[in-house]
C-alpha cells in the first residue's frame, strides 16, 4: 500500500543537474528527481512542481515559467546553463591569458537573455600583467559592462568586501575558463561550497566529476532569493540559437545606429551605406566585435535543429 506521506506536492528550486539526473532543493530538504518520460529542458534555477516518491526523492511534474533562461548552442543541439538568472559574472584574469571571444559571446548571451553582465579581473595581484589585461578589459568597460578588480588568493576579504554587496538579493551565475580563479572566488562568497559539492555529487551519483555538473547555492543570509550560481569551466560558447534581429540587438554598441542604415534589411556585413560598418570604420566600434558579429551571423544559419 502506498504510503500517502511519501506522496507530496512540493515546490522546489533544481540546485543541480547531471545528465537527466536533478537534485532540488524544498524548504532545506534535498531531493532527487527525474523528469517524466525523456524531457530534459529542466535548468539549474527553475522553480518546479515535485510529487515526492520517498523521502528524498521525486518526479518532476511543471516547470514554472521562467524570467530568463541562458543557454549556449552548437549546430546540432542546445545546452541549458541556468534558469531564474538576474546577473552574468565573466571571471577573467592576468594569467593565464583570457580568450576576448568567450568574454564577448558571454555578453551577447547575457544581452539576447535579459540578463546585466559583469566583469570579474581576478589575481590583479599578478602586477607585471596587470597593464595589459586592464587594457584589454577596458573595452568591455566601455561599452557599460562594470568591471571589478579582486585577488581571490591574496587579499580575500577585499574580494569578499566588493562582490558581496553586488550579489545581495540577486540569482548570479560565474562562468569563466579554466584556471581564472573562479573556483576559489565561489568558497569565499559561498561557506562551505565543498562540503555542498561532495553532498551534490553523491546525491546525484557522478562521482569523480564534481566540476561537470552546474550548481546552485542559495544564501538567505545576504538577502531573499540570494543565489550564487557556479557553471562548469568551459572553452567554448556556441550561439547558434540567437536570431539575425537578437544578434544585432546584443552587441550593445551597435544600437545608435540601427535603423539609420540605407537598406531597412541590412544585415551589417558589406552592404552600402550601413550605418554600423561606417561607425567600424570610424572605431565607434572594435572591429573585433564586429567581426564577432559576423561569425556568429554565420552560425545562426547553420543550425540543424
Not at 146 to 156: D, L, N
Amino acid at each position: 500500500m502506498n504510503n500517502p506521506k511519501l506522496q507530496q506536492k512540493l515546490t522546489a528550486t533544481i540546485i543541480a543537474a547531471h545528465g537527466r539526473h536533478y537534485l532540488a532543493e524544498a524548504d532545506g530538504r534535498k531531493l532527487q528527481c527525474v523528469t517524466r518520460g525523456k524531457k530534459t529542458n529542466v535548468a539549474v534555477g527553475d522553480i518546479v512542481q515535485i510529487t515526492t516518491t520517498s523521502n528524498d526523492q521525486g518526479v518532476i511534474d511543471k516547470i514554472e515559467e521562467r524570467s530568463t533562461l541562458l543557454y549556449r548552442s552548437d549546430q546540432y543541439k542546445s545546452k541549458l546553463l541556468a534558469a531564474n538568472l538576474t546577473q552574468l559574472f565573466i571571471v577573467v584574469a592576468t594569467e593565464p591569458g583570457f580568450a576576448d571571444d568567450l568574454v564577448s559571446r558571454s555578453l551577447v548571451a547575457a544581452e539576447a537573455a535579459g540578463i546585466k553582465a559583469h566583469l570579474i579581473l581576478n589575481k590583479t595581484d599578478v602586477e607585471a600583467a596587470l597593464p595589459r589585461t586592464r587594457e584589454r578589459v577596458a573595452a568591455y568597460g566601455s561599452l557599460g559592462y562594470p568591471v571589478h578588480e579582486v585577488s581571490a588568493t591574496a587579499r580575500p576579504e577585499e574580494a569578499v568586501a566588493i562582490l558581496q554587496p553586488l550579489m545581495a538579493g540577486q540569482s548570479s551565475i560565474l562562468i569563466g575558463q579554466s584556471g581564472m580563479g573562479k573556483s576559489s572566488l565561489i568558497n569565499l562568497l559561498v561557506p562551505d561550497a565543498d562540503i555542498a559539492v561532495r553532498e551534490i555529487s553523491a546525491a546525484l551519483d557522478t562521482g569523480k566529476h564534481t566540476t561537470t555538473f552546474t550548481r546552485l547555492y542559495q544564501l538567505p543570509e545576504l538577502g531573499a532569493g540570494t543565489a550564487i550560481i557556479d557553471s562548469p569551466g568551459f572553452q567554448e560558447f556556441g550561439l547558434y540559437h540567437l536570431t539575425e534581429g537578437m544578434l544585432e540587438r546584443a552587441f550593445v554598441e551597435f544600437a545608435p545606429y540601427l535603423g539609420h542604415c540605407k537598406f531597412y534589411n541590412c544585415r551589417h556585413l558589406i552592404e552600402p551605406q550601413c550605418a554600423v560598418l561606417a561607425a567600424v570604420a570610424e572605431g565607434k566600434i572594435a572591429r573585433m566585435r564586429h567581426t564577432l558579429y559576423g561569425q556568429l551571423l554565420h552560425e545562426s544559419s547553420q543550425t540543424l535543429y
